[in-house]
């Protein structure tokens, strides 16, 4: 008995592979497919800005790092005792307000050389709603729990976030002209716009999306959404909230993800790492004793084998791990 949808999907044309550098943002959803990129020791750098939910946030941050903005402190604000950016997650907030921009603009000057020379930028977009300051009509990417009267909340259309991207796209392509893009919309649902609102939301950034991927040969459409929405479509694949896709769920995503994305040489590579990761997160109840002297030791020696044989393998932090 066949109780879901099979699904079948094309894989990517030119798919990600150990050589390959990745740069994501986006959602929170981004979170899940760049931790297990970068469990599996793939090269990656995930949200420069923390996470950002919708296009235009998307857009202007990934314009901030091609064009080396740095930001000063006339761009940020303070908010119960805390120094913060409209453009930033609160990861980047602190009391002092030069530590904050010491860390934004260090990952501002990271992310434009990494995005010069990265083969593949990931994009997942959560929201098509955009908030605005009702004092100066400014765009947020994180409201930073700040009173709701401050903001203004708006539905952008798809021709508004069609171009925007597509401007940002057209910018990228000049300074990286080889780099292949890979949108995702994201399978959180966004239950606060209400559920008729998350699903006019989710439209306009899957129009948009695969009108871009109809104008750019060098864009890509992986479905995580349709994934969840429309293969899983059932709330024992939610967390709690019944909004979240819970672990089992993203297991199921990152699998697909795996199948249709990363190319097929680098399946063995990451089973091995898989298994150096798995036994570095042993926690030995006797570490000193000399069977786990020798469970170190031979992981050691795993460890220099696989650098050996795959020199783009960083795996420095485990090699001292088992020494």
Same mark, same amino acid.
């Given at each position: ?9 094309p ?9 390959d ?6 959602s ?6 760049? &931790? ?5 020791k ?5 949200? $420069?800005? !923390?996470?950002?939910? @919708? ?7 990934? &314009? ?33 307000? !030069?530590l *904050?921009?010491e ?6 000057? #990271?992310a ?5 020379k #990265?083969?593949? *930028? /990931?994009?997942?977009?959560?929201? #098509? ?6 004092e100066?009509g ?7 729990r700040?009173?709701a ?6 539905l ?10 597509? #401007? ?6 000049? *300074?990286? $002209?080889?780099?292949? /893009?890979?949108?995702?919309?994201s399978? *959180? ?8 609102d998350? @699903?006019?939301s ?5 129009e948009?999306v695969h009108?871009?991927? !109809? ?8 479905p ?15 967390? /709690? ?13 990152w699998e ?7 190319? $097929?040489?680098a ?15 042993h ?10 002297s020798r ?7 795993r ?21």
């Amino acid at each position: 008995m066949q109780l879901t949808l099979s699904p079948s999907f094309p894989p990517l044309r030119q798919r990600i592979s150990y050589q390959d550098t990745v740069l994501l943002t986006g959602s929170c959803f981004t979170e899940h497919i760049h &931790d297990r990129l970068a469990h599996h020791k793939f090269r990656v750098m995930g949200n $420069p800005n !923390g996470i950002l939910f @919708n296009p235009l946030s998307v857009a202007d941050s990934m &314009d901030s790092y091609l064009s080396g903005r740095r930001y000063i402190e006339d761009d940020l604000f303070c908010l119960n005792e805390l120094w913060n950016s409209w453009d930033h997650h609160t990861r980047f907030s602190d009391t002092d307000p !030069g530590l *904050v921009l010491e860390q934004i603009n260090r990952s501002q000057e #990271a992310a434009g050389a990494f995005l010069r020379k #990265a083969g593949f *930028v /990931i994009i997942t977009l959560g929201s #098509a709603f955009q908030y605005y300051l009702k004092e100066s009509g400014r765009p947020v990417s994180n409201n930073h729990r700040a009173p709701a009267q401050w903001f203004e909340k708006k539905l952008l259309d798809s021709t508004e976030i069609t171009e925007a991207l597509s #401007a940002m796209l057209n910018r990228l392509l000049i *300074v990286n $002209p080889e780099v292949q /893009i890979l949108f995702t919309i994201s399978p *959180v649902r966004h239950i606060r716009d209400g559920v008729i609102d998350n @699903n006019r939301s989710k439209a306009r950034l899957i129009e948009s999306v695969h009108e871009l991927c !109809g104008r750019y040969a060098q864009a890509h459409y992986f479905p995580a959404y349709e994934l969840v929405i429309d293969i899983l479509r059932d709330y024992r694949f939610f967390d /709690i909230d019944f909004v979240h896709p819970n672990y089992l769920a993203t297991s199921f995503v990152w699998e697909q993800f795996a199948e249709l994305c990363l190319a $097929p040489e680098a399946r063995p590579v990451m089973k091995e790492v898989e298994d150096i990761m798995t036994a570095r997160s042993h926690r030995p109840r006797f570490p000193g004793t000399e069977a786990h002297s020798r469970f170190r030791e031979e992981y050691r020696s795993r460890v220099q084998a696989l650098m050996q044989r795959y020199p783009f393998l960083d795996l420095r932090a485990e090699l001292d791990y088992f020494s």
